[in-house]
């Protein structure tokens, strides 16, 4: 099926509870007598270890934040099989699944104040609490919270993989926050639930790092992600084979605390239609639309293809900005697709850095299926999946206008990517030669390797004349390297004859329009790595200060600049891998 997406987008680069309680204790819970009456596999709560939590004076604010699992539980049948054992699990979306609380000692390693003061309508403070750390880990969970694990499926590099799952993620409920935003939390890294395969449920410090770090970061880039609130780190054994290559080695498990509007994909839907559960993806379907599509009416008939149409146009849109900063995701499978058009599930993702459309951050993607040039592809492959998901749901009349809708992606893409790098180059207005300068910038950065955000953030900061100039500044080192081409000179020329037919535009606009977009500072692998290993010897510092750079990235940081943030990565960054492993 793979469409043109990649001659098109590269078109541009040439043309809880431990506190056990009594009935009474329970009662008072808000919600919970409502959970228990809902299904009789619910009841083993009472006998578990989940509960209301008495306040304590030194937790009163996390107390106070409740969490709700209504909806979904309202909303679906819930699996069956209360056992928490790995199996083939039929006729339901979620199943009741309790964390494993990580074995301490348990320290925090980052939080993030905006996700704790903005979302969760918590005061930071709380962060340095004995409670915190086993609320943000799983050892405790909050009021009205029931732990869920989502069933999903998905096409895996292109294969169906079936049932898959979250394996090593609770989700702990939805939180309504003061500005009535509504947020679900998840637990990753919690242990084992019935989609777990063969694996512990445990997630490590050094992918639990490049999630926070990543998810935080793409945030302040202007990407829309999932956000992350804690990163929470144990001493418990967690044995890992990093490349795959025999050589297992222990790791210490971590987790991280979560949280997006929704966590449906398009493999939610995938699995249902696969298995013929036509009225589980009936009640799904209607459910993402009538709580996360409020524009869709949900007595159109043509409901589904409105639906459709709109993750076809935010799916384009969303790829486009991960290519405007040289994001790849690495794991573009339908099971990491989000059906809100979200980034999720941070993975073996990489910053570009020299210029290449078939850079390729994850050593497990031995064919480059989701190299970043081919990103666009990927999207369309996983939109063609959600059709097909869809399809059973769709008359005879309306299957063909899905097919068409489908056919509309390559050309929202291309004009999304082509309204993102006229920005990154400050250009104002609409010329007929705009993309040929895109394009003829993009082959110059290929042949010249040049690195791919600094390119972009020095055009943004040397004033247009002086490119003309023999030699570029020193500081100018990715200009420096795009210079060494016999064709620069000539591309200078047009781009200046461009921003120069620019009325009521000075040089200084410019400027200062293109920093704001094209940002200095984003997680390279290598600062990534360094981060990670300090994190290994329990030195977190470099984590925190990553996470306060990445959090303004357009803004010149004198501390990042000392760290070398902003300067040519350094020679061992060029032997950096990372996995799926994780």
Known sequence: MMCSCRSLCFFFLFMFFLHLMDADDLDNCEDSGHYLDKSPLLSHFKQSNFGCFRKKTDSRALDSLRLSSRKLIDAFALDEVSENVVRTVKNCVFSVSQPGPLKGPLRVIAVSKEVLEEILDLNSSVSQTEEFVHYFSGGKLWPGSVPLAHRYGGHQFGIWAGQLGDGRAHLLGEYRNKNGERWELQLKGSGKTPYSRSG??????????REFLCSEAMHFLGMPTSRAASLILSEEPVWRDQFYNGNVRKERGAVVLRLAPSWFRIGSLEILARAGELDVLEKLLNYVIEEHFPSITVSDPDKYLVFYSKVVNETAHLISQWMSVGFAHGVCNTDNFSLLSITIDYGPFGFMESYDPNYIPNTSDGEGRYSIGNQANSGSFNLEKLGEALRPLLSPKQQPMAERILKEYPSIYQRRFHELFKAKLGLLGKQEKDDYLIAFLLKLMED??????????????????????????????????????????????????????????????????????????????????????????????????????LGLPFQEQEVAEGAGYAARPPGWAQSLRVSCSS
């Open 448 to 549: 010249t390797g040049a690195d791919f955000t600094m390119t972009f953030r020095h055009l943004s900061e040397i004033p247009a004349p002086r490119l003309q100039e023999r030699p570029l500044p020193q500081e100018m080192w990715a200009l420096r390297d795009l210079a060494t081409h016999e064709f620069f000179s000539e591309w200078v020329s047009i781009y200046l004859l461009r921003l120069n037919g620019q009325e009521d535009d000075s040089d200084a606009d410019r400027q200062s329009r293109m920093k704001r977009v094209n940002p200095r500072y984003v997680l390279r692998n290598w600062m990534a790595e360094s981060a990670i290993r300090k994190a290994e010897k329990n030195d977190f510092s470099e984590v925190q200060l990553l996470q306060q750079v």
């Open 200 to 209: 512990d449920g445990r997630a490590v410090v050094r992918s639990s790092v």
